[in-house]
């Protein structure tokens, strides 16, 4: 197990609170030497602590695209394996483009000893996520793992988010996409 020093979680506190700090400004605020705030900055990221991406809200309150989120879990019959499942997104040559439009987010399950996925499927209407749902995504896994690979299926509409990575309560301390600064430093959990 990894566990951060003080230093470590100064810098790491200060990138929760906004992504786009620089090591120059992390230093101001956290008062770390800005070479120390640059070289541990950069151990982290190599050593996959850190890790960085932008967020696109698609719904109303972001771009407005979709209306809907929808949780789906597909539990695979017994015999298919975590291991297939990865062969499987890690051989698909066209793995960036597989439903992309759709799917939010997805995981690799347990589900009553079987196999499953999980994924969060967007969509304009909850009829257009069942349709691309049926028509796309579960005619994609039937195609690689066999017409009667899927055991079970569950779906759940998702109503308003409350907490994602830990830190961001998008009703409580967010404002334009950045922890408000009067959200306690110590509110901010690192480890």
């Given amino acids: 197990m990894r566990c951060l020093d003080d230093q470590e979680r100064y810098i790491v506190r200060a990138l929760i609170r906004n992504p786009r700090c620089s090591d120059n400004r992390i230093s101001a605020l956290t008062g770390v030497p800005v070479r120390t705030v640059s070289r541990k900055r950069a ?38 394996t975590r291991s297939q ?12 483009d597989v439903y992309s439009e759709l799917i939010r987010d997805s995981y690799i399950a347990e589900m009553d000893g079987h196999i499953a996925l999980v994924m969060v499927v967007e969509g304009e209407s909850d009829s257009d996520v069942a349709e691309n749902v049926q028509g796309k995504i579960i005619p994609s896994l039937q195609k690689n793992h066999g017409e009667d690979s899927i055991q079970e299926l569950r779906t759940i509409r998702l109503l308003d988010p409350i907490r994602r990575l830990h830190n961001y309560l998008p009703m409580v301390n967010m404002n334009e996409g950045f922890i408000n600064e009067e959200w306690p430093d110590d509110a901010i959990f690192v480890e």
């Fill in 85 to 96: 499942i990865v062969q499987e997104i890690r051989s698909e040559p066209n793995v960036a």
């Fill in 43 to 80: 151990r982290l990221e190599q050593e996959g602590v850190l890790s960085y991406y932008t967020a696109i809200e698609m719904q109303a309150e972001g771009t407005g695209r979709f209306s809907t989120q929808h949780m789906l879990m597909i539990k695979f019959k017994l015999g298919i």
